[in-house]
């Protein structure tokens, strides 16, 4: 599936909870692994990134060695339960492919949300996983890591070759 990228618009939109855990939720999420995981770096995707307004993230950063995670994960209607510590670090963004951006995120978080079968789940994050939850689910309120910067100037780094960094 395409990826929007900004400035496009539809990036600011606020999607709305999944109410039908059916076949057709379980294809498409399918299809957005398959979209994440076609991008080079990719460790997290959001369902309105490819222009799906629905509440809808997949994070799997268990490619990157020595982060803690929980393997791959399947957030459809995600909330954030508790917020522990305070970190800064870069982040890249499939829908931001130029540059990368200094932002500060907690550091553990516990997310819950529902499976693609609609199961109620709960999970524990850290670091760089907990931030790829929150990049994530940031995007479903229709915010992208630009608008956590503190200052363009100093937090803003043009990307010098795509892929040699993490996006979600
Ligand atoms: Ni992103």
Partial sequence: MKILTYPDER???VSQPVAQFDERLRTFVARLEETMRASPGGVGIAAPQVGCFQRIVIV???SRPK????GRLVLIN???LSWEGMATSREGCLSVPDYTGNVMRAER???QACDELGSPREFL???FEARAVQHEIDH???LLFLDRLVSRRTDLFRRKRYGNRKSA
Avoid at 67 to 70: H, K, M, V
Wanted: a negative charge.
């Fill in 11 to 13: 990036l600011k939109q």
């Fill in 60 to 62: 799997d950063v268990s």
């Fill in 67 to 70: 982060s803690a995670n929980n």
């Fill in 78 to 80: 995600p909330e954030i």
């Fill in 109 to 111: 978080i516990t997310v």
């Fill in 125 to 127: 994050c850290n670091g």
């Fill in 140 to 142: 479903l309120d229709g």
